[in-house]
């Protein structure tokens, strides 16, 4: 079950206005679920497309957190990504959410995603599932400047479909203990998929996640992923912040909801960092 469209188109209404190579597609990613993936991918999106960029947000995730974050309550029940990929026949167009907000279409998730991975491994081309679907992008059907793709805490099927698809990654970090567990499980994951499927995925960076600046263990960690990882940490820390965690129960992005927050400042910076990244 996903959510039908009911909004004008805002990627088809330019489409054939950009060409392949203008759009970037972007995977949030760490298999370690509650470090912030969905919030982080949900809020860059809304932002990103509020500063005028042609925006997608694909979830992947079979709890379909992003997609409720997004979309009303009561909104009816369409095609998901389970859907799309699970079924050649289905088409992008089908499936996406139109104008969810200006310049922001969804592509939206569904529980039966959850079976997707068991579905898809007798397939032949299961990794390239998502990729051969995005075609209707990259060969300029339907044209957007950004697509965020928000992943499920593992590094199954579905995360091997998001890589081959992107040509970037975004990995959020929580400023915890831990915190680097399992990054490196999938950093070397990107660069098997780099190596052997998508030469063009790269990561455009790190970023620590429900930092708490009053707290040492959040200092420490910040200073420790920035001091021992040898990929690019963003500058923005994207802060605890109870209107964060509020906002997605209101289904309103946190610059709808609390515009003056820590949280919205945070996101507005790394939109900007985003937007300044030489290859995203
Ligand atoms: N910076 C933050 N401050 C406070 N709460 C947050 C923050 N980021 C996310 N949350 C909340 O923490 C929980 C986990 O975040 P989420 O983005 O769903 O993580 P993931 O997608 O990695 O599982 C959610 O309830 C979310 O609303
Ligand atoms: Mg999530």
């Known amino acids: 079950m996903g959510y039908a469209s009911k909004a004008p188109a805002s990627g088809q209404r330019t489409a054939m206005a ?35 960029k042609r925006t997608l947000m694909i979830d992947l995730d079979p709890q379909a957190n992003a997609t409720d974050y997004l979309v009303s309550p009561g909104t009816p029940a369409g095609k998901s990504t389970a ?77 091997v479909n998001t890589l081959t698809a992107a040509n970037g990654v975004i990995i959020p970090v929580q400023t915890q203990y831990f915190a680097m567990d399992g990054v ?31 707290t040492l263990i959040s200092r420490e960690v910040a200073e420790k992923v920035r001091g021992e990882v040898g990929e690019r940490v963003f500058s923005t820390v994207i802060p605890v912040n109870v209107r964060l965690a509020q906002a997605p129960s209101h289904h309103k992005s946190i610059f709808e909801y609390d515009p003056g927050s820590s949280g919205a400042r945070a996101y507005r910076e790394l939109a900007k960092e985003v937007l300044g990244c030489p290859d995203a």
């Not at 597609?25 to 860059?44: C, H, P, S, Y």
């Not at 050649?88 to 079976?115: A, F, I, Y």
């Not at 490196?184 to 960076?205: A, C, F, M, Y």
């Open 18 to 52: 950009a060409s392949q190579a203008a759009t970037r597609i972007v995977a949030v990613a760490n298999q370690k679920g509650g470090v912030g993936k969905t919030d982080l991918t949900v809020n860059l999106s809304c932002q990103l497309a509020a500063l005028g």
């Open 184 to 214: 490196v499980q999938l950093q070397e994951t990107i660069k098997k998929v780099r190596e052997d499927i998508n030469p063009s995925l790269h990561v455009l960076g790190l970023v620590l996640t429900m930092y708490d600046r009053r």
């Open 83 to 159: 859907d799309l990929l699970l079924d050649d026949s289905v088409t992008l167009d089908e499936v996406v959410m139109e104008g969810c907000r200006e310049n922001l279409d969804v592509l939206p998730s569904s529980q039966s995603l959850s079976s997707c991975q068991i579905r898809l491994a007798n397939d032949i081309n299961m990794q390239f599932k998502l990729k051969k679907k995005l075609r209707a992008i990259t060969e300029g059907s339907r044209s957007y400047d950004y697509v965020f793709i928000d992943t499920p805490p593992s590094l199954g099927l579905l995360m």
